[in-house]
């Protein structure tokens, strides 16, 4: 055990600093999940890509610095902690780039990686469907084989895609063998969003801001290079990578630590009484015991370990602390709360979406009784 | 020793609940936040029809002349259909403080036809000035009533669409002083306990409607071949919001009569329901959409309509806490 | 609405206050779940009879004074806040004797009652089996037909029985009907304990006392004049009155209301940081909240009305309130907390108990959500 | 950074662990607890064999010249096993106050060979003073090492039937005193933090054993005609206490490390480690009791041998609160 940093990881620190310091934009962006702000956003990944700073873990080829999962908690940690933009391609990188290292060709890695890095097709995630969401094997878009094109065609409804009506591609699962049990039967497709029969329609969050949308596919060809993995095998292709976005990749430790940095001062700001600032002391706490958890799962991975079930408990643990974070925030905030252009009251919202994305914490609980527990389904 | 209320005082509950369930809908509130006013058309007329502005009112003044107990339960059912308009402000602190100020402004607020707003004590915004005809405003300790046409208003949106916050700029003067620094304390007082228990019945109604609607929801939604809320944890979420609601209800009731009777502990039962209110309706926007899922997260779903009302009401319960803890340990209790 | 209390119920809050501070043990009473305090707790239980306060709400004719509710709530509020002895007579006065005025015949009424009352005959329930907890249909205890003597034999074993080394009768549900499904073929019984055919093994609690006890029953004989209601019907004998057990008398808001009062004591005297102090403040609201919600229901009954599910919501509260009350005062208590003859640690440990007894709160929740909010089973 | 245990750390626990699970069975615990002496006959001398009193001592005073972060998964593990012996107050505080103390007692002391009862610094009482040869007291900050013939004691019962609290009454003496007030003052710092982290890993290993035994539990017991453990209330009760567990261990763990290497931010990683296994355990506890219902209140049930040591050990959680809270906000956090 060493709980130092290598000179090597605090130079790392120290770069990522020092080109955020650089970089970063004075005043904020507007919201990533409306059409100008997206824009903006993504000339922002342009310029983190450029600077070879959008996938640090990737290998070099594709735009990254092969860097270690050490460095790459440490970078964001940065990032959250300069106030850097959101990452609209996030769920590229975090959600489908991991399944294509794993599963695709290499065609498909050259073809697909470093323009996804560079912010130049940016991906929305297809996962769910009106009727499958907690129950996703109940997916009812399919795949029919088209075999003069030389590929598929899909129909079918995707929902809750984020940013679903800026971006440039999806990735989902479609049902290609109609006849096999639920969670056969499936392929993964990555499907482009301007092309023929492809209908996006927006759809507001919380805060209005239309940060999802509806995608609906009637008939839209899908040549075979665009499958990842195997035909019929796209549940086990999705769910081998799903525990990164559960457990490591999409909230790290970075953001709770800025977020609780911000509510110390806030708490200061606000001369908070001692009963508010023993939430912010439990927040504080939840943050810091959510980085070392991390750290100790990194040490997990980089000794060859996978990432199972443990990721469930990650992410119940950090979706209930950021939803506590906020609510404190927003006490702290008192009648200034509701004031709807507020950062604090803003995040709260995003906050309180977390116990439902990514699996719902329900779930999340099932499995960690059933998988990590044992007991009986 | 009787907690029931009077038939009468349902009655009159359950004449309102019609109007409200049939011109306050959940398309009309929604249609409220997206309008300039954030008033839903006709609907402070059928409520002045019905009396309810002047609830407080004295008889002669054009009012009903009833008290905070009646009150309260029209208030809960503001909530339970999202009322835009700023009842809570106007029938329940602005017309007994312009009643107990002998306010020449009472009789044509209590009748509804003209349209006041409030400023609370303590707030730095007064919600719905931009629609008002008149205006009471606070200017160092003393109460003034003026015209909205002699103010000019700055708009804060608040993350609830109809609640319309405006900082206020005006000038004082003699002629627009209702009360004087003397006059105003205790009045003022009382309006800090009307505006607690006011916005905890409201509180008990947002929550009540958040968890029927959402009932509803779980029942009808299914996963895994089956309706949502035929799952344990979907029940207990539910369970847990409807028992925290039943038992801070009986609370703001019994402040709502101890304004009515200005009973001794009145602030103190007065924060205690708010404070009871605010995490019981906490609790159950939490527990609403995290039963709805991704669902009750869009904007195009009805249930932020309640939800975030929930939040914007409850965010003082901590400062309500305290007051109940002076109460209790400087105090000796109530 | 009337929030005052007649001068008649402030004259019976006086009349009780006045003789519990003339009667009162000075020091309190060991245990009652040790056979030692048992005893002295049986000659408190005469006492009160004697002076007609052993059951206010019961008619005069079996040592009551006809009191309503509010007025026994008085009562409640007066002998816990006197700190006066626990009930030991409780299970039979709150669990047996509402279903004796309900299903009794005047003959039982007239034999059972008035011992009852007097602590003459001190009853312990017997509803919970080994394998028939939260499922209490799954009883398996059975009740053979005995023409020949007029009766019926029982065997089985009952389990959890408060106080069931010491108690002298108890009453439970037997199956007279093996051949039908759970909840019917039951019939309801009062067994005496000190009889052929019983064996009593005293149970430790958590705090090792033995405040519980299985019950074996081999072949015992029960005369047919002690089945209460119909044969075969004792489901429904039992479930009509069991909600007054969750909702209202079994804790009713006095108790709740004296621990709170202690409790802004402690904090005074251990000078509460303000985070405790703010704890306190919330276990004062809420005992008060339960006082005003008991109130209300008890406005509703004498109104006609019947207490149905709204009793599981009572349950979970006072119980989970208990919980959060003794906690803050361990808290407060810090390194005294672990004292085992501490009140507030031996308090602890039965609060600890509220959420499992009287019908799980896992169960309740499902009533409550069920029953109340019309959710699908 | 490399946020794992050494493979050797762990073989020592192992090994430990395998005494542990033969020579300190439940039944041996309840036994122990209804002794004279709240002790398991022979297993001090076996954990002396492993070298476990005398893990922080240096080699050359017969110990194992080990740190923290050895020491803190063989204490995470006197707890999985609910050793009632008092191992952190002996090993984890007392060892390593005689060795930086110099003290003559160390070597039988960490050896084994004699038994110690060591007061921690603020604490009324002195656990398992009547089972000790020696005991390590305090009085007006100084250090004294003290004869048990030396002193009489006054027994406390705990609710832990492990843990026997003295007042221990002596009488101070030149010849007893180990370290003046000014030597002293700089130790007993350490000796807090110590305490505290030792602690934080027992509660660690406490809840740990408190959810395995309840998954046992609600997969054999069976209602309505299936396990208890497949009703979703039950699972995810028990989920909820392993986040809790899963989440609080990783900062015991730098806790250990941070006392081991001296860091700067020690006091606080210590007193925060303790704050959240603290809560962990109390909240393993509730599950497991409510998880076995009334078969888990039952003294002759095996689990309150753990509860009660989670409730005895928990209950300090808000000073640690607070003193992590100092660090916040008045020095700027670590």
């Known amino acids: 055990m060493d709980l130092t940093y290598t000179p090597a990881e605090d130079a790392f620190r120290r770069e990522a600093r020092a080109w955020l310091e650089a970089n970063v934009p004075r005043e904020p962006l507007p919201s990533g999940d409306t059409a100008d702000g997206f824009a903006l956003h993504r000339v922002w990944e342009r310029r983190l890509f450029d600077a070879r700073w959008a996938v640090v873990s990737w290998p070099r080829e594709y735009g990254g610095r092969e860097a270690s999962l050490v460095e790459w908690l440490l970078f964001e940690e940065e990032y959250y902690a300069a106030g850097a933009p959101q990452r609209v391609a996030q769920n590229g990188i975090f959600l489908l780039a991991p399944t294509l290292f794993h599963f695709g060709t290499k065609e498909q890695q050259d073809r697909i990686l470093p323009r996804m890095a560079a912010g130049e097709e940016l991906w929305a995630q297809g996962w769910s469907e009106p009727n499958a969401g907690s129950d996703l094997a109940g997916i009812q878009g399919r795949a029919t084989r088209d075999d003069a094109g030389g590929g598929w065609r899909l129909s079918g409804q995707k929902a809750w895609c984020t940013r679903g009506a800026f971006c440039d591609s999806l990735f989902g699962l479609f049902r290609s063998d109609p006849a096999a049990e639920r969670h056969r039967g499936l392929t993964y497709f990555l499907v482009p969003l301007r092309t023929e029969g492809v209908t996006v329609r927006p759809v507001g969050r919380l805060d209005g801001d239309a940060g999802f949308a509806d995608v609906f596919l009637d008939d839209v060809f899908v040549p075979d290079r665009d499958v990842l993995g195997a035909v019929h095998d796209g549940w086990s292709v999705a769910m081998t990578t799903a525990s990164s976005e559960r457990g490591l990749t999409l909230r790290s430790p970075g953001r709770f630590l800025a977020a609780v940095r911000r509510l110390v001062e806030l708490a200061r700001a606000r001369d908070a009484d001692p009963v508010l600032r023993d939430a912010v002391v439990r927040a504080w706490m939840d943050a810091e015991a959510h980085r070392l958890y991390t750290l100790q799962t990194v040490a997990r991975l980089e000794g060859g370990k996978a990432l199972g079930a443990e990721a469930s408990v990650n992410k119940v643990f950090w979706s209930e602390m950021d939803v506590r974070l906020h609510e404190t925030a927003m006490c702290l905030l008192g009648p200034d709360a509701e004031l709807a252009a507020g950062p604090w009251t803003k995040g709260f919202q995003f906050a309180l979406a977390g116990p439902i994305y990514a699996g719902t914490n329900e779930i999340q609980r099932n499995v960690i009784a059933e998988r990590l527990l044992g007991l009986p389904r | ?334």
């Open chain 2, 1 to 334: 020793m009787r907690f029931a209320f009077a038939p009468e005082t349902l009655q009159l509950r359950d004449a309102v609940r019609l109007v409200l369930a049939r011109e306050c809908t959940a398309a009309r509130v929604r249609a409220a936040w997206a309008s300039d006013d954030a008033r839903v058309p006709g609907l402070w007329t059928h409520l002045g029809t019905l009396g309810v502005p002047g609830m407080l009112a004295p008889v002669d003044d054009g009012g009903l002349g009833l008290t905070e107990v009646e009150l309260v339960l029209v208030l809960e059912d503001s909530g339970r259909y999202a009322v835009p308009e700023p009842v809570v402000d106007v029938v329940a602190v602005g017309v007994p403080l312009l009643r107990d100020a002998r306010s020449p402004a009472l009789r044509a607020v209590a009748s509804g036809e003209r349209i006041a707003a409030v400023q609370l004590p303590g707030a730095p915004f007064v919600v719905g000035a931009g629609a008002a005809h008149v205006l009471v405003l606070q200017h160092d300790g003393e109460v003034h009533v003026v015209d909205r046409s002699e103010v000019t208003l700055e708009a804060h949106p608040s993350v609830d669409g109809s609640r319309r916050l405006h900082r206020v700029r005006w000038s004082p003067s003699k002629a627009t002083r209702l009360l004087d620094g003397d006059e105003a304390t205790p009045l003022l007082a009382d309006a800090v306990d009307r505006a607690a228990v006011g916005f905890a019945a409201q509180l008990v109604g947002l929550a009540r409607a958040m968890i029927d609607r959402t009932v509803d929801y779980v029942k009808a939604r299914h996963q895994f071949g089956k309706p949502v809320g035929s799952f344990q944890a979907v029940k207990h979420h539910l369970a847990d919001a409807l028992v925290a609601v039943e038992m801070a209800a009986p609370s703001v009731y019994r402040a709502a009569w101890s304004l009515a009777h200005r009973a001794p502990g009145r602030a103190v039962h007065a924060s205690m329901a708010k404070a009871l209110a605010s995490d019981a309706a906490a609790l159950a926007a939490r527990k609403a959409l995290q039963c709805h899922g991704a669902i009750g997260y869009a904007y195009e779903n009805d249930l932020h309509l309640w939800m975030k009302r929930a939040w914007a009401l409850g965010a003082d319960a901590p400062w309500h806490r305290a007051r109940v803890e002076r109460a209790i340990f400087e105090d000796g209790g109530t």
